[in-house]
């Protein structure tokens, strides 16, 4: 009986020491990220290291394609968190950035949220699988599962898998933050602009087919991209390019004075413009007389479209039946 003791205190203390050695490694200083499934556990550890950045991105980009990971919930259930590699972060979609000025008001926003956020370990908000909250610290980077939606047409918010915050989203959205489907980049940053069709399949990784039509300078973008891209056409330069981002400005600009209503719409594919930080990703409809997006339609985007051939391309052909649902199309800009 005394060895039988003996041997349990033994294998407790070893579990122990494993744990504690654990614990350690996964406090210890790196470069690389730490990727966390909850921010309401380890809220404490990044105030008492000091905040100096947030941002809220998609972990999808045409280099590295779609984040997602089967055993990330279980891994995460286990080990309680993985590391990343210190630029696993370079190419994801960088959508809204916490300005500087903010950022006091923002920690003190999420440290009232997490106090009030209970039973961590029951989830009550499901996030996209590929939205991210990246912090840095003094002392290390971390990636929490988390969302922003902060929108023009209603009430904004922040939330993870079981916590949210509509005061911080409102606070958010006064600091200047935006979900990206309701602007584009400005045509003195857009390097240039890819349009690809719907009938790849979703599983498909989407820069592994050529797009219809690739706008601007295509060794630059060879370059961002990682790839040699095969558009069928091509359109050099930067004067088509610039009339694209010049009228969805203006569709934008005429959608917010609407009030952003919706259109219902066939979806035919994605346009993506391209700068030398982000990728920002737009779904692409098409009717009789114009092209349309999240909230905006523009009549002279479709008499370009048809005049360079673009809507014959991405009407050719048989839809795939998941791209005929609009809930199963890709629009990582939410």
């Not at 050695?21 to 690389?32: A, C, M």
């Not at 003094?138 to 939606?149: C, L, Q, T």
């Not at 400005?186 to 890819?194: D, V």
């Amino acid at each position: 009986m005394l060895k039988k003791r003996r041997k349990l205190y033994t294998a407790i203390a070893l579990i122990f020491t494993i744990y504690l050695i654990y614990k350690g490694y996964e406090r210890w200083p790196s470069r690389n990220w730490k990727e966390y499934r909850s921010l309401v556990g380890i809220w404490p550890r990044l105030k008492k290291e000091g905040i100096e950045n947030i941002m809220f991105c998609y972990a999808r980009s045409p280099q590295t394609g779609d984040d997602t990971d089967s055993g990330f919930q279980g891994i995460l259930e286990w080990f309680s968190f993985r590391k990343r590699d210190a630029t696993i972060v370079k190419w994801w979609s960088r959508h809204h950035e916490v300005p500087k000025e903010c950022l006091p008001e923002c920690i003190n926003i999420l440290d009232r949220t997490m106090k009030d956020a209970r039973w961590r370990w029951l989830p009550n908000y499901r996030v996209w699988p590929v939205a991210r909250m990246l912090v840095v610290t003094k002392r290390g980077k971390y990636i929490v599962h988390a969302d922003s939606d902060i929108s023009i047409v209603a009430m904004s918010k922040v939330y993870g898998d079981n916590w949210v915050s509509h005061e911080l989203g409102e606070y958010l959205r006064k600091c200047g933050l935006q979900t990206t489907r309701y602007f584009v980049p400005p045509k003195e940053q857009t390097i240039s602009i890819a349009i690809f069709s719907s009938r790849i399949h979703r599983e498909d990784f989407l820069l592994d087919w050529p797009p219809v039509a690739l706008f601007g300078d295509k060794k630059r973008t060879k370059e961002l991209f990682g790839k040699l891209l095969e558009p069928k056409m091509v359109f050099e330069g930067r004067d088509w390019l610039e009339k694209i981002v010049d009228e969805y400005e203006i569709a934008f600009r005429e959608a917010e004075e609407k009030k952003f209503q919706s259109k219902n719409c066939k979806f035919y594919g994605w346009i993506i413009f391209v700068t030398q930080d982000w990728f920002y990703w737009k779904n692409i409809y098409l009717d009789a007389n114009a092209v349309l997006g999240d909230y905006m339609a523009s009549e002279q985007l479709k008499a370009y479209f048809d005049e360079l051939g673009i809507t014959k391309e991405l009407l050719t052909g048989k839809m795939n039946v998941a791209d005929q649902n609009d809930e199963n199309t890709a629009d990582v800009n939410q």
